[in-house]
């Protein structure tokens, strides 16, 4: 009986290790420590974790706001090894529904990282700002991009 558990349980955890996309909820920390922000974030959560490169990767950023937020965007730098490597700026409306009323929401971004992109560890900042520029909070978390690739070399 304990043979059968056991045949039964391996190809069950193989399929849940590698043939599902995995997410993770990487660790967050505010830019300033000390500052009153007036968006948190409650966490980030990163699918498929670690990143594909040439695959869409989706990084949603849970969060709370005590007040409406009618329009803003997100400035994001990327580094690489401590060199900074790219940068983008996103409308905040295209990003989740606006006007944003107070209390929970989440920005949703997905995007495709080039098949050349270098494996390893990347840090990410990310700052949202309100239509007057006024910075409603700025969070970093490093993520991973991983060694393989589900497109097929030409």
């Known amino acids: 009986m304990e043979f059968v558990r056991l045949n039964l349980f391996f190809p069950l955890l193989i399929f849940i290790c590698f043939l599902l996309p995995l997410t993770l ?61 790219h940068s983008e700026t996103h409308d905040l409306c295209e990003e989740t529904s606006c006007p944003v009323s107070g209390g929970d929401f989440v920005i949703s971004h997905t995007q495709v990282l080039p098949g050349f992109t270098p494996p390893g560890t990347y840090s990410l900042k990310m700052k949202l700002m309100d239509r007057k520029n006024k910075e409603l909070t700025c969070i970093g978390f490093d993520f991973s991009i991983g060694f393989g690739s589900p497109v097929a070399a030409s």
């Open 25 to 85: 909820a990487v660790d967050v920390s505010y830019c300033d420590k000390n500052a009153d922000y007036d968006v948190k974030v409650q966490g980030v959560e990163i699918a498929p974790y670690p990143v594909v490169r040439g695959a869409p990767a989706t990084f949603s950023i849970n969060s709370h706001t005590g007040d409406e937020i009618t329009q803003g965007k997100l400035v994001i730098d990327v580094s690489y090894f401590g060199w900074h490597i």
